[in-house]
């Protein structure tokens, strides 16, 4: 019964998430084409912009979608390769900056390279995530704080933003599926409940690990994901466990 309600509490949010932003792209459609020739280009260009964000959030969400249907593919398995720890970060921050230009990203980097073990397409979007997430959920900061480091077999990579605390009770029940936090909810974010659901099967999937740390002192929110540390004997091990 309880996971029919919250199947059904999900259905209720995704069909709010998907309706929304296509209310608002059809609304400001249906004014361009009415009044195009009285509104001014300015006005245009805030209208088109509005379209394209909520086009993006749509985009999002679809990817999300289809994320959880691959992940309860049982044939769907990871391809581990050798990754470096800084262009790994570095390329989803890329990827990031497009939808949250005004956020800084600081990264305290290692003194020389680190690489991990993992599948390059599964990292990608483990990161992608966190970060989406690190910003949506900022609060009175625009900044993002990441430090790679090594801490025995793994790569750590931590991801820092500030303004919205997760209280202990709820810590496990952020990486469930479904599952939106009445703290998260307050800050006036959309959201399905996917995000974090995805990034820690993703993470089981390349043998990694995520743990989250709060400061209420210092109103900072910290992810740590481990990777595996790249080792020829582990990568060879893993190459042939997953043919």
Do not use: W
């Not at 999900?10 to 020739?37: A, M, V, Y």
């Not at 500030?162 to 990486?175: L, N, Q, S, T």
């Amino acid at each position: 019964m309880k996971e029919q309600n919250i199947k059904e509490e999900f259905i209720s949010t995704l069909s709010h998430e998907i309706r929304t932003p296509l209310t608002s792209i059809k609304g400001f459609c249906q004014t361009l084409i009415n009044s195009f020739d009285k509104i001014d280009d300015d006005k245009k260009k805030q209208f088109l912009n509005i379209m394209l964000n909520q086009s993006e959030r749509l985009i999002k969400l679809t990817e999300n979608i289809l994320n959880v249907a691959k992940l309860e593919d049982k044939e769907n398995k990871a391809v581990f390769s050798k990754l470096e720890a800084n262009q790994c970060i570095q390329n989803a921050i890329k990827l990031t900056k497009s939808n949250y230009k005004d956020f800084n990203f600081n990264i305290e980097k290692p003194k020389s390279s680190l690489y991990f073990l993992s599948d390059k397409d599964l990292s990608e979007q483990i990161f992608l995530n966190i970060l989406d997430n690190a910003c949506k959920y900022s609060k009175n900061s625009d900044n993002i704080d990441i430090k790679i480091f090594l801490k025995q077999d793994f790569v750590v990579f931590s991801i820092k933003n500030y303004g919205v605390i997760i209280e202990e009770k709820d810590k496990a029940r952020i990486f469930e599926k479904f599952t939106r936090l009445d703290s998260y909810i307050s800050t006036t974010t959309q959201g399905s409940g996917l995000g974090l659901y995805i990034v820690k099967n993703l993470i089981d999937k390349v043998n990694g690990k995520i743990d989250v740390q709060c400061s209420k002192e210092n109103l900072e929110t910290e992810f740590l994901i481990y990777f595996p540390i790249y080792e020829i004997e582990s990568a060879t091990k893993r190459k042939f466990e997953n043919v």
